[in-house]
């Protein structure tokens, strides 16, 4: 689909990405307890040093105040699950990922067989990415349905760990349980017991809207996940600027806005349909008739990737995908860095001329 030919520029970009790569190879994931710039980053630095901005390289990013540098680009596991992708596509898909500078794989108990696969895939090369995954949809007896309760949260983690094939996970989240339970604080407590049993480094909240804010506020959680995009933009004002001053690493979900652009008529997908509306409202050019087959740096994957990873506070974007090839050139889109500032602005522009009140942050 792609219309250009490859570029000096784009050479010179994806030269820079496979030093990242090769360098992230040998300094592991959990290698080092803080991170060092590669020797080509050139100690490029921006002011706040949540991040390190270096034209045409992959950037790595302070997850909050947890010891986690992540690569901007994570992989979110749901995808593979839902569409119950085979486990060879899935042992390529992540070990091409990891070889090329992924540091971050994103799954969930409820996401079928996600978990497993993921296992299957990847666990022995477990030293080298952080792992989350979250809790909350699957009850003790196996049976999908809320799982709220202490002894709920933690059972859901210990069956994670064998289904991950690891004895400890990065980050363990709840999976958008409601403002209700959030204030009974029993799943809490289970999160923070699994912390002090040493099942989970850290714990996170992953969810949208009032009930997100509601968990910032809270101060109880090292993380939130939500979902920030080009067609949902509530979060920008709500939760990040709070999380961001409360040093909580930010997980953008559902980060390319499901692609949602990419169907001409409504999707038979009702979790794709609802971006697909707004986005016929927001009508930006850049999403529309033939500027969707545009697969460079102004086309419409990449404009997507880079305005939610250009959003204060956020620290990865982990985009779901069944396809091998996915990451890798996601990766090289993204390390064009933030979008021009005019092409940002009336993104943001468009949104608060046209988006209504229920335009929420969808879970
Ligand atoms: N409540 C929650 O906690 C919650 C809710 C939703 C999502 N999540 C997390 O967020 C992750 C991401 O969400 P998501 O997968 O729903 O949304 P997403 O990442 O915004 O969209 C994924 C879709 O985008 C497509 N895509 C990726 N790169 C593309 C590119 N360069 N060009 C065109 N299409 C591209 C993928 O198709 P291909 O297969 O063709 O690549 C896939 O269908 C999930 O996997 C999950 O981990 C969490």
């Known amino acids: 689909m792609s219309t250009r030919s490859t570029s000096r520029r784009e050479f010179l970009q994806f030269s820079a990405a496979a030093s990242l790569a090769a360098w992230t190879l040998s300094h592991r994931a959990h290698g080092a307890s803080s991170f060092t710039a590669p020797p080509f980053m050139s100690g ?13 390289a992959l ?42 500078g992924l540091n971050v794989v994103d799954t969930a108990e409820c996401y079928l067989d996600s978990e497993v696969a993921i296992g299957e895939a990847i666990g022995a090369r477990r030293k080298e990415y952080y792992l989350f995954t979250k809790c909350g949809h699957v009850r003790a007896d196996g049976t999908r349905g809320d799982a709220w309760t202490k002894e709920g949260v933690l059972a859901s983690v ?10 400890a996970v990065d980050l363990v989240q709840l999976h958008s349980c409601s403002l209700d339970e959030l204030k009974k604080g029993e799943c809490i407590e289970g999160l923070e017991q699994a912390k002090k049993q040493g099942k ?8 949208d809207s009032l009930t997100a804010k509601w968990a910032v506020e809270s101060e109880r959680f090292d993380s939130l996940q939500t979902s920030i995009n080009v067609a949902d933009q509530e979060c920008i004002e709500l939760t990040l600027p709070l999380a961001k001053e409360k040093q909580m690493g930010v997980i953008a979900k559902r ?41 460079g740096l102004d086309g419409p994957a990449a404009t997507a990737m880079r305005f939610t990873a250009m959003q204060p506070g956020v620290c990865v974007l982990i985009v779901g995908t ?42």
């Open 255 to 295: 980060p390319i806005a499901n692609a949602a652009w990419r169907y001409d008529a409504k999707p038979e997908s009702g979790y794709h349909e609802t971006y697909w509306k707004r986005l016929q409202e927001l009508d930006y050019a850049w999403a529309k008739g033939d500027a969707r087959k545009n697969e």
């Open 44 to 56: 490029a630095r921006d002011a706040d040093a949540s991040s390190f901005l270096v034209p045409g």
């Open 59 to 100: 950037e790595r990013r302070k997850f909050g105040k947890t010891d986690m540098q992540v690569a901007v680009l994570g992989f979110g596991g749901a995808e593979i699950g839902y569409e119950k992708t085979d486990k060879a596509t899935v042992a390529k898909l992540l070990n091409a990922a990891l070889d090329a």
């Open 200 to 207: 989970t480094r850290y714990v996170g909240y992953s969810g």
């Open 158 to 167: 210990e069956r994670s760990l064998k289904r991950l094939k690891t004895d």
């Open 322 to 363: 069944t396809k091998p090839e996915r990451w890798k050139q996601n990766a090289e889109l993204l390390a064009a860095g933030a979008l021009p500032k005019e092409a940002h602005d009336s993104i943001r522009a468009r949104w608060k001329a046209v988006a209504k009140s229920d335009w929420i942050g969808q879970t």
